[in-house]
């Protein structure tokens, strides 16, 4: 069974239009790298685009954000262009800027409305635990008691969110409701058309995480017409570790001005005349706070140019859902009857990017696949996360870690490894 899967997977790396791009990254010869929902690695291209803002900085000192090619002071602008296709919005709603946690504050401060009588904010029991952090304590700034005024979603098993429980919770007393694009565990993919529909027929506006789904999953936020959106440039991005994210903010919002202003929010022009009266720019633009953070938004500059190179997000998701088949398949075919579960919706339009592989064992698992050189990583309480990045994992790849895998578990090897320690690395 197993020399048929790695035939398969020979065949379909032969035929993959997206091979070439696998030169461009840093992968180490016999690693089999599938943590690119956590941390994409490096390409080449992201390396060259920071070493000539380097250089750029050496030569030019302060004249950079003029003279520098292109000028530092529009990088954050340009950069929301090439992001476009990726979010499914134009430019203008685009903001390149900050982090996950730091952006959701900003759109909160942006549209949130402690004095309207519906004041409840929603969110879910599965989010990443910053987007909580961020929305509780964006409830006490605001004077308003969590306790009551945060109300997540529960699940039903644990791993996954159910549309209609989601829409059950959206209740007049919800202002904003706060959702991932896709689960960081799980990998579940939520519907954010009709998701999006039935908060706007409730009088909700609604926002999305999309730290796990840009670059794995096309959107199109604008059509959508969701209210918000923000994301990290470091996972299926590879722009880097606290590469500068992004944020998406509809332009029926525009006129609001930002909840948290800075001076590079400024309209360009108006900018550097230091006055204290604050004129923002145009879009989305105007949430941005102060200087960009250059050096880490260089590698996104290079990392983006491999995507568009690669036509964009739609083979990427092809091959990323391609990928993710194959990967299913071999651990059906490989593992059977070893107390694994994969807890990724199997269905295409619900899975993202990443395939969760349950095992009680799950934390001993990863110790040991990392000891044999293959990188996953591990979700509390049990859960194994494999990424095949479709820009530098290849089909056989997918095979070879399940073929690792499995003679670990035929071997006992993880049992060497300490048991059930949360640390997540
Ligand atoms: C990765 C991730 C974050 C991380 O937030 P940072 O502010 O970038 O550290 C937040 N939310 C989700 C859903 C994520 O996947």
Redesign the pocket.
Known sequence: MADLLFEKAASLDRTDPLARFRAEFHSKPGEIYLDGNSLGLLSRRAEATVQHLLTEWRALGINGWTDGQPPWIGLADEIAQVLGPLIGAQADQICVTG????NLHQLLATLFDPTDKRRIILGDAL??S??AHAITSHLRLRGLDPDTHYREVKSRDGRTLNDDDIIAAMTPDVQLAVL?AVL?TSGQLLEIGRLTREAHARGVLIGW?C??SIGAVPHALEAAGADFAFW?SY?YLNAGPGAV?GLFLHRRHHSRGPGMAGWWGVKPERRFSMSHQHEPANGAAALQIGTPHLLSLAPLRGSLEIITEAGGIAPLRTKSLALTSFLMEAIDELLPNQGFTIVTPREEVRRGGHVALAHPGAWQICQALKSVRVIPDFRPPDVIRLAPAPLYNTFTDCIEAVRRLRKLVDTDAHRAFPPGREIVT
């Open positions: 982090s996950t946690t730091a989010n990443f910053s987007d991932p960081f995480d730290s796990h990290c996972k994210g």
